[in-house]
């Protein structure tokens, strides 16, 4: 859903990538916390917020701690649209999806380690 880093005195080590495909620096302080959305914040919003690819690019002469926290929901939650971001005119944009499946699905195509599991798990998208 979310991710929250606290801010940092090391500029440009925290980047975004923007709509058309640029990575750009994010403006952060050791008084700031930077909060990614994630995937599943954008899907209950129905793209009200939009999760953003980001990355951390290593500059710092000195050693480098992260300690991101991550909120997610629980492994068998079903996330849907709420219902305060739909309309008739904003149909819901993405099907009810079971988290705990989709992670899973999104680890077997994003890490090496789990390519053999691509096309085995079971399909998180539910019926509209």
Partial sequence: ?????MGEDEPGSLQVRTRDGRWIDVETRPEFFVINIGDM???????????TPHRVVTRA????YSFPFFFAANYDTVVRCLE???SEKNPPTYPPTKFGYWVENMHAYSYVYRHDERGKLPNPELEL
Avoid at 1 to 5: A, N, V
Avoid at 41 to 51: I, V
């Fill in 41 to 51: 914040m954008m899907r209950w919003t129905n793209n009200l917020f939009r999760s």
């Fill in 61 to 64: 002469r000195n050693k480098r």
């Fill in 84 to 86: 305060t971001f739909i």
């Fill in 1 to 5: 859903m979310m991710t929250i880093l």
